[in-house]
């Protein structure tokens, strides 16, 4: 069935470093792959996404980066700040049909100052 | 900005009991889902709902859950009869159609004693 598996489950960088979180998934149909941030007593929010079509995304500190051949996206947050700390999630999905999210486990990033 | 509410923020319920969980998606929106998580587990989608009914459900969602939309603005989840597994935090999320990006509410912690 449809899974995603991502890594690590924690992750502690010091401030200013950067942080790399990997997810892989199972179904090569999947086309788009958002990642969420979810901070303590909110819901997920989503930070970046990027689709198949595209190998990689940059939105200022913020980056993902997707290998259809392999399976596999990551996000990759340059120059960490404490604000940063929070649990992110990675997805996939198909463009069409239901549009339903398969999440990842979830990272729990830690930046200490 | 527009956002996803949902109610209680954090329910309590005896086992066998029934609870409905309520979410109002963002106003244009066409797309909703429901999705829980364990506590420690991953994001687990539990059905979507488009054009007044069910378009996609999970395995978990048995014949003791139910949506409605009652009105042009509630997303209801109504569990029958509570399990003890049934605790987890309920994320309710809205699309609309032209995006891929879902939103999604602060969710509803829901223990089952």
């Known amino acids: 069935g449809e899974n995603v598996e991502q890594h690590p489950s924690t992750l502690s960088v010091q401030e200013g470093d950067s942080a790399v979180i990997k997810c892989t998934y199972s179904d090569s149909a999947s086309n788009y792959f958002p990642w969420y941030k979810q901070e303590l007593g909110k819901g997920p929010q989503l930070i970046i996404d990027?689709?198949?079509?595209?190998g990689e995304k940059k939105d200022q500190r913020i980056a993902v980066t997707l290998n259809k051949t392999a399976k596999h996206f990551s996000l990759h947050i340059t120059e960490t700040q404490p604000e940063d700390s929070a649990v992110y999630f990675c997805a996939a999905t198909f463009t069409s049909g239901t549009y339903k999210y398969i999440f990842g486990t979830g990272t729990r990033l830690k930046v200490l100052a | 900005e527009p956002e996803v509410t949902q109610t209680p923020s954090h329910q309590v319920t005896q086992m066998g009991q029934e609870v409905i969980l309520r979410c109002v998606p963002i106003?244009?929106?066409?797309?909703f889902y429901w999705y829980r998580q364990i506590l420690g587990q991953k994001v687990e989608f539990l059905v979507s709902f488009y054009n007044n009914e069910i378009s996609e459900k999970s395995e978990i969602f048995d014949d003791q859950f139910s949506v409605e939309r009652p009105d042009g603005s509630n997303f209801t989840l109504k569990i029958r009869s509570t399990k003890l597994e049934d605790s987890a935090m309920y994320f309710c999320?809205?699309?609309?159609?032209?995006?891929?990006?879902?939103?999604f509410g602060p969710g509803t912690r829901l223990t089952v004693t």
């Open positions: 999320a809205s699309k609309n159609f032209d995006t891929y990006e879902q939103y």
């Open positions: 106003s244009n929106h066409l797309y």
């Open positions: 990027i689709r198949s079509n595209v």
